[in-house]
């Protein structure tokens, strides 16, 4: 075999470079003000996000996936100072009550606090079996974490560096839920069939067992309290089975198969289970009341209204929401629209609107009309909607890595994080030293620089398109990775 030239360093190549023209503003990036370009700077959009979640006070939005733990200001999604909070790949988040301590729980097991007041960030766990379950209670006074190893972290607020570890789960953590009404107890749910109930004490802080809810024979995925707190539901995913208890005695209430999703009763007094196209209602107790029907299609999800104890939503595979009210339930509201499949719904806080999302479309609904009021578009396969900012604004996350801040009123995105449109991948993002210019380096390993103010394409830098041998090589084609500015800018 004759052994092939490789090229040096001085090889001088055999053909010259296409040079390739500034393209237009891809939608992502076609914003006229530096805030906006500032959002999409910091998100690194190459990677997937895992969680999303906004602070009960609204003014910050936690943005985690492959790329870490980003935090950005709400509404206009400007990057806080203390960004990237965490570089490693994050998979869930928590906010306290007060807006102030945000959980942080990376996909390798650690656990981390960053504390608003203070811009501190601290290490509650080293890195372990991942974090499945992040809960704080409505006090806020407990962080809880379920671990996939089926061990549940508990820590006091006011005591970071000793927690209290529950032994009890053989398997997986699959939900954890405090009491409504009582701040000390706290249930909990696990692939090992199981449902427990924990009596947390302080002074110090320990953690007992007060009851362990068996007999579902398969995954428990849901743990939900009456709003009362004197009954506990089971639900399982994977085996469409629901069962209840009553608290203070432990007794098993009932137990129904085919269940997809439940809700009590905002009054406690009954429990709506979805059964195929149908709604079950039956009492507290276990004995059956009353159905709902109307749906064509698999129901896959209820939800209360905010504003109205006597409306339940339904939400079903035959691509219509339905409002119950539940003292007149022969006539509910019909949203219909959709042309697929509905995957999630939203109310607004004061229960006038509702955000809904299939496979390709996002549609905003007037509750009381049943009246669709506009169409978001842009999102492709929505992941998550949350309504915040007295009702204002709407934050949307698709599996396109794209996260959206909406005025509702107006019908108008507000800012963008995202990736680079039509034209492919960003591989990497870097501001010039004086915020003044964004080089964005794309899949086609041309490097474009932004004019932060006009938010247009000032300059493409076209010289690495290559598709000869390179240096140490073989002819196979490399890609642009990087992108570095000069300390002054000039280069």
Not at 179 to 198: E, H, I, K, Q
Not at 482 to 490: F, L
Request: no cysteine; net charge negative; aromatic share 6%.
């Amino acid at each position: 075999m004759t052994p092939t030239n490789t090229p040096t360093p001085t090889d001088t190549p055999e053909f010259t470079p296409t040079p390739i023209p500034p393209t237009p503003t891809p939608a992502s990036l076609g914003f006229n003000n530096q805030e906006r370009l500032t959002a999409v700077r910091t998100l690194q959009t190459a990677g997937t996000l895992s969680d999303l979640s906004v602070s009960p006070d609204g003014q910050i939005a936690a943005i985690a996936g492959s790329t870490g733990i980003n935090l950005f200001s709400l509404p206009d999604l400007q990057p806080l100072p203390a960004n990237p909070l965490l570089p490693d790949t994050t998979s869930l988040t928590a906010w306290a009550a007060d807006s102030n301590r945000l959980a942080v729980a990376t996909s390798t097991g650690g656990l981390s606090l960053w504390q608003r007041d203070s811009a501190s960030l601290s290490t509650l766990l080293e890195a372990s079996s991942p974090v499945r379950k992040l809960l704080w209670s409505e006090d806020g006074r407990f962080l809880t974490a379920g671990l996939q190893n089926g061990q549940i972290y508990l820590w006091q607020a006011d005591n970071w560096n000793v927690p209290v570890v529950l032994e009890g789960h053989r398997e997986q953590i699959t939900d954890l839920a405090w009491s409504p009404t009582d701040s000390s107890l706290l249930a909990s749910g696990s692939t090992d069939d199981t449902g427990r109930l924990w009596q947390i004490s302080t002074n110090p802080l320990v953690a007992t067992e007060q009851d362990t809810y068996s007999g579902m024979a398969t995954n428990v995925n849901h743990v939900l309290w009456s709003p009362d707190g004197s009954k506990i539901a089971l639900h399982s995913n994977f085996g469409t089975l629901t069962m209840w208890w009553d608290v203070a005695s432990g007794t098993n209430l009932d137990r129904r198969i085919n269940v997809t999703t439940i809700a009590w009763f905002p009054d406690s007094s009954r429990i709506a289970l979805a059964v195929g196209n149908n709604i079950e209602v039956r009492t507290a107790a276990g004995s059956a009341d009353y159905t709902l029907s109307g749906h064509t299609a698999t129901i896959s999800r209820l939800s209360w209204s905010p504003a109205n104890p006597n409306q339940l939503l339904s939400i079903s595979d035959d691509e219509t929401m339905r409002l119950w009210d539940i003292t007149s339930p022969a006539t509910p509201q019909i949203f219909s629209g959709h042309n697929e499949p509905i995957e999630l719904a939203e109310w607004s806080p004061d229960g006038s609107a509702i955000v809904s999302a299939d496979l390709t479309s996002v549609r905003l609904w007037d509750a009381a009309s049943g009246n669709e009021r506009d169409q978001l578009p842009g999102h492709f396969q929505t992941s998550a909607a949350i309504w915040m900012n007295n009702n204002e604004l709407l934050t949307l996350g698709g599996s396109d890595n794209l996260v959206r801040v909406w005025d509702v009123s107006a019908n108008q995105q507000v800012a963008l994080l995202g990736n680079y449109g039509s034209t492919g991948e960003i591989r990497t993002i870097t501001w010039s030293p004086d915020n003044m210019q964004l080089a964005v380096l794309g899949s086609d390993d041309v490097v474009r620089l932004w004019d932060a103010v006009t938010g247009q394409v000032v300059q493409a830098l076209v010289g690495h398109v290559i598709r000869g041998p390179r240096v140490g090589s073989s002819n196979a084609y490399q890609p642009v990775t990087d992108v570095v500015w000069s300390p002054d800018g000039r280069f």
